[in-house]
């Protein structure tokens, strides 16, 4: 089953023997075999039983709580994996470090290359449409990264980068009743930004995951800077991710008009905007498919799912981290 999603507020979350349940105003509305389970996210309000907690620990399966609207609240994780010496490795490396620079390079490399193809694709598919401005600004910035030599001028190319990708998202949609202006968040006050957000949220769960399992500390990283509570380590994971499961996710249940303007909804006072309850379901059903999506591993020259290639591009890092590996080698997809 993967990641149980709860958006019904005001459910109870408990245990019956080695089942997680569900419910809402006394009636079971899930019921599912733990061993299933990979995570758990909550969105909204709801109440867990300590066995519960006690249970989802004791199986190692991380419990996430957000916002309706895909905001971070908190997140409940299993002991710490026992591989200290990953976690040594880890913290060796912080700073301008020889091994941060390089691995800081392969995320933005990752990521700047997984835009690239999606504006080579947009080029092929819709020949009406002109993005070789942000086509050639990506270039230039992987020309930038390639010199770069501190992580703060990673920092700048990966930002340059950015912009110019987002610069040319609007001509992704293909549908009248959609709109993208710019990139904006904390809180998305439009329908594509409030998509992308909630898909990061949910991404950004599952890699702290991945990352947990694998020995990591997901909250020092290197491409992200420190900050209390910020799980920098998995921030810098996702960015090779971002393109490849959140945007295209997006774009393509707008572009299939599987959303449309009446399906969300605007906080009055943050103006904050959302999706309907009805319509968040349809969401994770899309996110969780996404994930299962299989495609070529560039390393490893087989089949996997995006699912799967969270835990092994985490594994990926350690190798290169203990010195197993000469390089990290990015998820860059063909």
Known sequence: MGTVYVTQEDTFIGKVDERLNVRFEKKTILDVPLLKVDGVVVMGRASISPAAIAELVHNKIPLTFLTLNGKYIARLEPEMNKNIFLRSAQWKAAGDSTQAIHVTKAFVRGKLKNYRKSLLKTQRNYPDINVSKGISQLENSLVSLHKATTIDSI???????????????????????????????????????SLLSLGYSLLRHDIQGALNIVGFDPYLGYLHTERY???????????????????????????????????????????????????????????????LTKFTHPVLKIKKTYQEAFEIQARLLGKYLMGETDKYPPLIVK
């Open 155 to 193: 920092r700048g190319c990966e930002g340059a980068a950015s912009a110019a990708y987002f610069s040319c998202f609007d001509n992704f949609i293909r549908v009248d009743d959609f709109s993208f202006n710019s990139r904006n968040r904390r809180p998305p006050t439009d329908p594509v930004n």
């Open 229 to 291: 509570g910020r799980p920098s380590l998995a921030l810098d994971l996702m960015e090779e991710f971002r393109p490849l499961i959140v945007d295209s996710l997006v774009l393509g249940a707008i572009n299939r008009k599987i959303f449309k303007p009446s399906d969300f909804q605007k906080e009055p006072i943050s103006n904050a905007v959302s999706l309907t309850k009805e319509k968040l379901h349809e969401f994770l059903r899309l996110y969780q498919e996404k994930k």
